[in-house]
Every structure is written in C-alpha cells, then in structure tokens.
C-alpha cells in the first residue's frame, strides 16, 4: 500500500481528481490517500493558502497528485505551485506528450520534455529602476544558473532517456546570445552527455530554431532538455501539437518529493458545469503510478484512456464531443472492468 497527498484543487480541480480516483481504483492500485488543502481552498478552510499540514504530508508521504490551483494574477497570494516546488526543490518538471487522437494536426508525434524548474529567469529577481521623474524607466530581471543546477537537470534528463527507452537528447538553448547564462548550461549538459557515449544520440538546437523545428517536423525530437522559461514555452507548444492542454501531464520530481499533475489550470469557466476533462490529471496520476513501481496499472489505464477516447469515441467538450466528466469517467472504468 502506497501513501500519497492528495490536493483535489480549485474550479475544476474536485471534478476531475474525483474522476481520477474512481479510475486509479477500478485498475486495483492499492493507495491510500492523505487527503490535504491547497490553493483558494485552503485559504477559504484553514485561513493559508499552503496550510503547514499539506506540507507535512508531502514530507512524509513525498509523493502528491495534485488538481490545478487558482492563483490569483497581479496582487494576492504568491504562487502555491511556485512554493511547492521550492519547498521541496522540484528540480526537473517531465512534460511527456504524445499523440492520442489521429487525424489531428500531427499523428504519432511523442516527445518529452525536461524542464528546469528552479533556476533562470523565474526565479523572479527583478526590479524597476526610476530615472528622472518616471517610477518605471527601466525594469530589470537576473537569470540565475548554476553549474551545480544544470549538472542535475541534465543527469537527470539522460538517465530518463536510458530508463525510458528513448534515442536522443536534444539540448535547446541560446548561449549564442546569452553567452553566460545559457552559455554555462549548454557547457554542462554537454559535458554530462559525454557520459552517456555510445548509448544515446545528442544533438543541441537553438530555442527560436527548435520553435520552428518542432511545427515543421516534431518527428526529429525525441527527449528535449532546456531551461525554466524556454521549457514553459515550448511544453505548452508541444501540449498544441497533440490538440491541446486537456491532454498534457507533467510531473514535478526532486530527490526527496515527487508531485504529480496536469498542465492545464483550474478552469474557473467551466467549473462546476460537470464538462471538464479529466484524462490530462488521469495521465498524471498514470506518472505517479510509474513513479511508485506499478506501472503494470499505469499501463492499463493509459490503454483504457486511449481505446475510450479512440475507438469508442467518447469524448469531452474540449475534443469535440458531447461526454459530460462522469460520461467519459463512466466509458474508462468500464474499458478496465
Ligand atoms: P486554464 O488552463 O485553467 O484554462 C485555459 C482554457 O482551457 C480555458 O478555456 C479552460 O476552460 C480550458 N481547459 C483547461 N483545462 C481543461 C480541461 N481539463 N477540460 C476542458 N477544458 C479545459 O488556464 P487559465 O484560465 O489561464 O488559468 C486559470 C487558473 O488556473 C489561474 O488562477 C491560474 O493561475 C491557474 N493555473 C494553475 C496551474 C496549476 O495548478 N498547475 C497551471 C496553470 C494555471
Ligand atoms: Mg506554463
């Protein structure tokens, strides 16, 4: 029996984790969930939006299936995402997508993305300079990348490509312009990749040329590594290659905590309307069975998510179907009885 947090979310979020639950247990994974508050939720509940307990929970259990969390834009309460992944230095953010429905823009296109998701541009140094009488002449932002940052992020790219069967590596990159910063990690994942000689293919390609690349022929890639804010861009890119965010998991690893979830946020336009798809937090919570060792589960469930969603043709609002969540929630336990 696996212990697991669990953070249902906002605006969409209990909708789709209900239909996620009902699917991990009708594959027979044995899980015992440690139900805890985050996001608009706790704040409403426990007065914080990231209560002491949801974080003791994920130090103990260090593994979380979490729904999308409503964050407030401009003012506010900071990012619980953003605090999570500090608190627990989610170092590397897996972003696999690959092609469910044919006949879309790309067939068979199945690419994964490796993020790093603690260092460069996001970690929010800025600031605004005035100059004479204007509050905000000049803003500023500093990029922070480590040698010991790219070291980690690129290890754990490589050993993912080993693990996962994979071919190549790809490292997308702009140390022609950012000599320093993107010059250090493209040194490093370079150097890394030496250790890995022989068993798998690298190259490395220019973000804004990769950008192309990847409309013109996703084909060519395989595994993408690259930094915090290119790796934010190109994942959502890469989710529109396969139809868009109701299909695209991530999954959010460091040494001492894994937290699992879907891409895409809480939907506040169409929360509680009972139309949301669940297969992006379903496909997260197949990572988070890999991540504890029964992927035999994981396996049956992505399968039964591909034959609903294919063959059977039961599909949600964002597809072009007419599946309410419970409808197509429905379609895959029935796929697993
Ligand atoms: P969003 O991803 O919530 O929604 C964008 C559009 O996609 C909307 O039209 C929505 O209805 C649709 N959509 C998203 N997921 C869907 C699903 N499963 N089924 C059907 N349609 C779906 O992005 P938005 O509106 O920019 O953000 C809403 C809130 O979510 C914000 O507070 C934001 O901060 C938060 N957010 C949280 C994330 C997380 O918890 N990891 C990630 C991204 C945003
Ligand atoms: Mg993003």
């Given at each position: 029996m696996h212990r697991v947090t669990l953070i249902r979310g906002d605006g969409i979020g209990p909708e789709i984790t209900a239909a996620t639950l009902r699917v991990i247990e009708a594959a027979g994974a044995l899980i015992e969930w440690d139900e805890q508050l985050g996001g608009v939720a706790a704040l409403n509940e426990a007065g914080t939006p990231l209560p002491d307990a949801t974080v003791a929970s994920i130090r103990?259990?260090?593994?979380?299936l979490k729904g999308p969390l409503t964050t407030p834009v401009g003012t506010g309460f900071r990012s619980v995402n953003v605090a999570l992944r500090r608190e627990f230095d989610l170092y590397a953010n897996v972003r696999p997508a690959a092609t469910i429905l044919p006949g879309g823009r790309y067939d068979g296109v199945d690419i994964v993305l490796i993020r790093e998701n603690t260092e460069g541009l996001?970690?929010?140094?800025?600031?605004?300079?005035?100059?004479?009488?204007?509050p905000k002449a000049v803003a500023q932002a500093t990029a922070i990348v480590t040698r010991a940052g790219c070291e980690r992020i690129a290890r754990?790219?490589?050993?993912?490509?080993?693990r996962h069967g994979r071919r190549k590596v790809t490292i997308c990159h702009k140390a022609n312009i950012l000599k320093a910063s993107s010059g250090l990690f493209l040194e490093v994942t370079r150097d890394v990749s030496e250790r890995y000689h022989g068993r798998i293919e690298v190259n490395d390609v220019i973000i804004d040329a990769a950008a192309m690349k990847l409309v013109l022929d996703p084909s060519q890639f395989d595994v993408i590594v690259t930094t915090n804010m290119f790796g934010d861009i190109l994942s959502d890119q890469i989710a529109g290659l396969i139809g868009g965010l109701g299909l695209a998991p991530g999954a959010n690893v460091g040494d001492r905590a894994a937290l699992f979830e879907a891409v895409h946020g809480s939907a506040p336009d169409i929360a509680g309307k009972g139309v949301a798809n669940p297969s992006a937090l379903i496909l997260a919570a197949c990572l988070l069975l890999d991540h504890l060792g029964e992927a035999a589960a994981a396996a049956c469930v992505r399968?039964?998510?591909?034959?609903?969603?294919?063959?059977?043709?039961?599909?949600?609002r964002d597809l072009k179907g007419h599946a309410t969540t419970v409808e197509f929630t429905d379609a895959v336990v029935r796929r697993l009885a």
């Open positions: 103990e259990t260090r593994a979380a996001y970690v929010g140094h800025e600031m605004v300079i005035p100059v004479a009488g204007d754990f790219a490589f050993d993912y490509a080993i399968q039964a998510l591909v034959t609903v969603l294919r063959d059977d043709g039961v599909r949600t």
